[in-house]
């Protein structure tokens, strides 16, 4: 006899992993079958049995989610989604990432309802959701969940453990090097500049995320036809919100017309620095001798890679939306962010943007 969803939460919940009821599909419709019943989820997914019991006996036909991060151990998942309308195919891509790097351990891993794979490995460090790290891959960390099996898909597929790699048979594999490797690629020139986008954006939040999507988008050479479905997919599943057709053709979609990426600045030696550093004192040295270390052809690039990955996603969001360079929008962010720690300020630059 198959075993019930209950049955089957009540299982991930033996194995420490805290599972959460997520709202199933309607077959046909437009409904992902991707929003929790409970609300505050990252705070209440948990692997206590009289709350499942009670969860899977309210709503029987609940899919089930696993809280990925600290509350499932440790649990970092990489989703290797295959979306042809986005023109992304992640197992395509980690096929050839492995062939160039090395394989991953082997851990447990399922196939989802559209065909792509979830990978699971645990990482004592925190990882953090990332959207698009690479081609149609993403990040499942703190704050994030994924669909287990035997949760339906809205194509009427259900997700199912690969017979080969099934939970029961591979332990959850410990993330190696080339696992943390994989999660944190190191240049902008491979073309793995991560770009993070949180579960939900809320209003004052929605406009910026979208245009920062655009921009990961285009940076990937995605065509104006599958950004557009990309964006749309996005609005629907995270805004809250969604934004109306109208809203995103006057607001967003405009994006779409800019040129991208903007280029390193060229700086040019100031002419008062040059006559200053003509200047001799009384023993022959020049006023500035310290200035003549530094290369003022090309100022140091600023290296997101220092930043939390929130204030990373910011920065390079903002860079690629206005065109700037990243020195020009971090700087920016970090004194906006100093003057939120402070607690002292609101900026409310257009309707739908507070910070």
């Not at 033996?14 to 019943?37: F, H, N």
């Not at 805004?239 to 995103?248: A, K, R, Y």
């Not at 040295?285 to 052809?297: G, I, K, M, P, Y």
Request: charged fraction near 30%; aromatic fraction near 10%; glycine fraction near 8%.
């Amino acid at each position: 006899m198959d075993e019930t969803m209950k049955e089957w939460a009540l299982k991930y919940a033996q194995m420490g992993l805290a599972v959460l009821p997520v709202k199933p599909p309607r077959l046909g419709g437009e409904s992902p079958g991707k929003r929790s019943y409970i609300s505050e989820w990252q705070h209440k997914a948990t692997t206590d049995k009289g709350q499942i019991e009670e969860w899977w006996t309210k709503w029987p036909d609940a899919n089930i989610g696993i809280a990925t991060g600290a509350k499932s151990g440790g649990l970092v998942v990489i989703d290797l989604d295959v979306d042809e309308e986005k023109g992304e195919n992640g197992c395509e891509f980690f096929k050839k990432w492995e062939a160039e790097n090395g394989a991953l351990p082997e851990t447990a891993q399922t196939i989802t309802g559209r065909g792509g794979t979830h990978l699971l490995y645990r990482d004592s460090a925190t990882q953090r959701n990332k959207q698009g790290l690479y081609n149609g891959v993403d990040i499942r960390g703190d704050g994030g969940y994924f669909l287990a099996p035997p949760s339906l898909h809205k194509n009427g597929n259900t997700y199912e453990w690969d017979c080969a790699f099934h939970i029961d048979d591979i332990p959850i594999a410990q993330a190696d090097n080339r696992v943390i490797e994989f999660l944190t690629p190191k240049t902008k020139s491979e073309g793995q500049q991560s770009f993070y986008m949180p579960d939900k954006l809320p209003e004052g939040q929605r406009t910026s995320g979208l245009i920062s999507l655009i921009g990961s988008q285009r940076s990937r050479g995605l065509s104006e036809e599958a950004i557009r479905a990309a964006v749309k997919a996005e609005n629907e599943a995270r805004c809250e919100p969604p934004l109306t057709d109208e809203e995103l053709e006057r607001e967003i979609f405009p994006a779409l017309t800019r040129g991208w990426k903007a280029d390193h600045p060229y700086y040019e030696k100031p002419d008062f620095i040059k006559e200053l550093e003509e200047e001799k004192d009384e023993r022959g040295f020049c006023h500035l001798s310290h200035f003549s270390q530094v290369s003022w052809d090309i100022l140091p690039e600023f290296n997101c890679e220092w930043l939390p990955s929130d204030y990373k996603g910011m920065v390079v969001g903002l860079s690629e939306s206005l065109q700037v360079p990243l020195e020009m929008a971090g700087v920016a962010v970090l004194i906006i962010a100093s003057l939120a720690i402070q607690k002292k300020f609101t900026i409310h630059p257009k309707p739908d943007w507070y910070e």
